[in-house]
């Protein structure tokens, strides 16, 4: 056999790859907020908006029946919010980013939110699993203008600590960008790998927490001052003396948006952080209390 024949055979067949891709607008008429317009390709969709608290705002479930990324595959969603459309959007279950083959081919998964004059986008998904061994991307990108207003929370869980699987190996490379009126405002950005993973573990770091979060939201209303917003502050941090343990979370005030974060060992317990953060948030910056998705209770 020759030397070219041989490498031939040894090489396996291509692997398969999904990319999967959903854009929607939305756009606020005299019957309530509507899903105007519906894209999609692959395995990434919406069935129908639910309309739990009135037809002026609308909630939608992102269903991507695989459940999770492989090598390849690259998940695209866009959604773009008239004026004045108000959109909470949220996710079924957890995201996963399995490990990945020996070539390391990407696991990607982005986001794009285009949030016109008084548009309100809320971004709640459930966390993003990141097995050993994954090598992916997650990037959101939000654009606002004008007077619009977004909520929005990320949570990611390392490895699978419950197995016993730590994030010992692979590569997660995390991004949040946000604009107004096209200037940047918000750039959170992550990046683990071999090279990282001793910072991570060290006190400095992310003390070796496998799960960590933020909670975006904002812009506040130009008729807060400083005294209500030290005031609203204050309240959020009172929320924390209710979660017991060891995790880590505080918020922070950062060029007119409220950034809450959490560090510790529990998806579910930083998930009811945020949930307790945006409930006091929510009324705020929307005017509307709370109202949880119907699927979260499923």
């Known amino acids: 056999m020759s030397a070219v024949l041989a490498e031939q055979v040894a090489q396996p ?14 756009r606020q008429q005299a019957r309530g907020c509507r899903l105007v317009r519906s894209t999609h390709h692959g395995p990434l969709y919406v069935q129908k908006p639910f309309y739990p608290e009135g037809a002026d705002t609308a909630h939608v479930y992102l269903l991507h029946p695989p459940g999770g990324l492989v090598s390849g595959d690259r998940l695209t969603i866009t959604i773009n919010l008239d004026e004045d459309a108000r959109v909470l959007a949220t996710t079924p279950g957890a995201g996963r980013l399995y490990r990945a083959r020996s070539d390391r081919t990407l696991q990607q998964q982005s986001q794009m939110f285009e949030l016109a004059d008084g548009a309100v986008m809320e971004w709640l998904p459930q966390e993003m699993i990141v097995f050993p061994g994954a090598f992916g991307r997650t990037d959101t990108t939000v654009n606002m203008r004008g007077s619009s207003t977004y909520l929005g929370w990320e949570i990611c869980c390392l490895g699978l600590p419950a197995s016993d699987l730590p994030f010992t190996h692979g590569e997660l490379h995390q991004r949040l960008f946000i604009c107004h009126d096209g200037m940047p405002v918000l750039l959170e950005n992550l990046h683990l790998n071999e090279a990282s993973f001793e910072l991570a573990a060290a006190a400095v770091g992310m003390n070796a927490c496998p799960v960590s979060g933020v909670f975006v939201a904002g812009m506040l209303p130009a008729g807060v001052g400083a005294e209500a917003t030290q005031a609203v502050l204050t309240a959020l941090r009172e929320t924390l003396s209710s979660f017991a343990g060891s995790a880590q979370a505080n918020v922070t005030l950062v060029n007119g948006f409220i950034v809450g ?18 409930r006091i948030l929510r009324p705020l910056l929307t005017g509307r209390n709370a109202c949880l998705p119907r699927i979260w209770s499923t």
């Open 261 to 278: 974060r959490y560090l510790g060992y529990s998806a579910e317990e930083a998930r009811r952080v945020f949930i307790a953060f945006w």
């Open 13 to 26: 067949a291509a692997a398969s790859a999904w990319h999967a891709s959903l854009a929607l607008q939305f």
